[in-house]
């Protein structure tokens, strides 16, 4: 078995007194096997002809698994048709990789796509049941928040400053310089887009409107918010997601600490602090790019800007973005918290949460900003 | 094992000579010549000077204190990790003269089986028995599903394991899926890297018988890295022992306890090896 040799595999048929003999030759080894296959085949047929066969392996120069499972399958599909087969060698460690080599039947593979239809209900049917259990778990996630909150609150000592302040650190702070650029460039293409449609009217002017409300109750918030909820929810993920995979949860937990109230508690809490601040500078940034554009392209000098803005803005637009970002929060630092805690042993699992919380967190974003929507027409805000 | 394989009805063969033991190759058949083997990470001299001879057809268990770099001079025969000086011979060629497609050919030869199993996470276990069989052999699709039960079946795993994904497996039948992915090539030579690690006195055992048979029936060379005094009293034919940077002693189970060096004496005359050591020995450990 040292170097792989390049003898071909053959099979030389006689027969000898009612006994088909077959004599083996060459290498019967893997790097072969669409030859051996060929081989196998033609033995199965000829040896199915007789009743009694006999297959020399004396000659053969190299076997290995492949070369004794296929001549064991041979033998045994024969078999089993009611021939007599017999495989001799003069070489032992044939016959002990031969004995080795077990046969097992092989099973009919079962065909599963008959019923496309009911399939596609299946799945549909299943993603339902799981968008409910999904909302039975987060409620009694957001429960085990607020329990974990109260006991916060009633017991100051519990309060985890240092840790509230570096993730306030990581998400508001390291978070800064990317929301405002976006939303630099975001309130920047609004300015201009703007300008060319309300040029049409020759209402140039009420860009200004237009940017300042969108900015102000919609789009600052939105943009932090979903910029959040990658960067910090996907990160609070995997952070708590990898503790678990490593039993650091259960190691809290057996140290009679909660892990809700020493790792969940600080980062929403640190979200809820955060966000707003974020949402502030998203505002301010936007604002300053539609300024500039609408100085660039529309002729809108900076002072008569921020003049009509002041008439136009009352603090209401101001406050319905800002009251809505602590709520975002909220929904983000929940979900990341609880898709973390559902990771399993597995990195790919890991992998599969830190999506399923980034995915889930920004949806759940703009179904919150639907329903205050929903909210402050209703109260004419 | 194949004791009860000649024995079972219908039996599958029927040789024309006595049987006698598989006695893989002449004595003394080196497969592995390290020489002079110096590996360094930054200032950090891990190895220097380190020779080792591996036969052919023999289970060599090595040995050596954690962080002596028993896992190192593993990664660094399989070209995993660069050399600072020295030369590495498998079967007889100095693996620094081969060419990308020569030293392909050579790593075709080689089965590794990893210390945490290494099995691809997104694939079943079929699957990783099959990548490296898919990948450099040309096999029918029947075959090749047949091909990997076969493996299975070596490594003692039942058939309904095949379509497990590795995170389903318990530790005993990752160690023994690694094992049938090492063997899907039907290498030369085996790498097993603690073999034996995180399994059960039994489970381990059992993973022992499995190594010596797979050696007889397959005729493998086994490289093992092991701190399974059971493993090394059962399974090794020799034993390596790593330290001060190089091999200190090199032999079977006497030489090492004939030793003077105080490192081998502390490992196999302390409470757990005396313990565990077969009858025959234990004189000499006292």
Sequence with gaps: MAIPDTAEPQAVFRDDAGTLAVMLAGSWSADRAPRIEALAREIGERVGQSSHARLDLSAVERLDTLGAYVLNRVKHDRESEGAAVEIVSKRPEHGVLLAEIEIHEREQPVSSRQFRIVDILVRIGAAVVRFGRDMVAGSMFLGEVVVASASVVLGPRKFRGPSMVNQIELIAFNGAPIIMLISFLVGCIVAQQGIFQLQQFGATAFVVNLTGILILRELAVLLTSIMIAGRSGSAITAEIGSMKMREEIDALRVMGLDPIEVLVVPRILALVVSLPILTFISAMSGLTGAALVSWLYGGIGIDTFLARLQSVITWKHFFVGLVKAPFMAFVIGLIASMEGLAVKGSAESLGRQVTASVVKAIFMVIVVDALFAMFFSSIAM | ?286
């Design chain 2, 1 to 286: 094992m194949s004791e009860q394989g000649n024995h079972q009805a219908g039996q599958p063969f029927r040789s024309l000579e006595a049987p006698r033991p598989a006695a893989a190759g002449a004595e003394g058949d080196v497969v592995i010549r390290v020489r002079d083997l110096k590996v360094a990470f930054g200032e950090k001299v891990i190895m220097d000077g380190l020779d080792l001879d591996v036969m052919r057809g023999e289970i060599l268990g090595f040995v050596g204190g954690s962080g002596q770099g028993k896992s190192v001079l593993t990664r660094t025969i399989l070209g995993l990790v660069q050399k600072a000086r020295g030369t590495i011979e498998v079967f007889g060629e100095d693996v620094d003269t081969l060419s990308t497609v020569q030293r392909r050919a050579l790593e075709r030869r080689f089965g590794v089986m990893f210390q945490q199993g290494a099995l691809f996470s997104a694939l079943s276990v079929k699957q990783n028995i099959q990548l490296p069989m898919r990948e450099y052999l040309d096999l029918s699709p029947a075959l090749l599903d047949d091909m990997a039960m076969v493996k299975l079946d070596l490594v003692g795993l039942p058939p309904d394991a095949a379509d497990k994904s590795p995170s389903e497996l318990s530790g005993g039948m990752i160690k023994r899926a690694a094992l049938a992915r090492a063997l899907a090539l039907d290498p030369d030579i085996v790498f097993l890297d603690e073999p034996t690690s995180g399994l059960d006195p039994i489970g381990a055992a059992e993973f022992d018988d499995l190594i010596v048979t797979l050696k007889q029936t397959l005729g493998l060379t086994v490289f093992m890295v092991t701190h399974d005094l059971d493993s090394l009293y059962s399974a090794c034919d020799r034993i390596g022992a790593l330290a001060d940077k190089r091999v200190i002693a090199v032999g079977p189970l006497a030489t090492m306890l004939a030793s003077d060096h105080p490192w081998l004496k502390a490992y196999f005359g302390g409470e757990r090896a005396r313990a565990r050591m077969p009858s025959e020995h234990r004189e000499h450990a006292v």
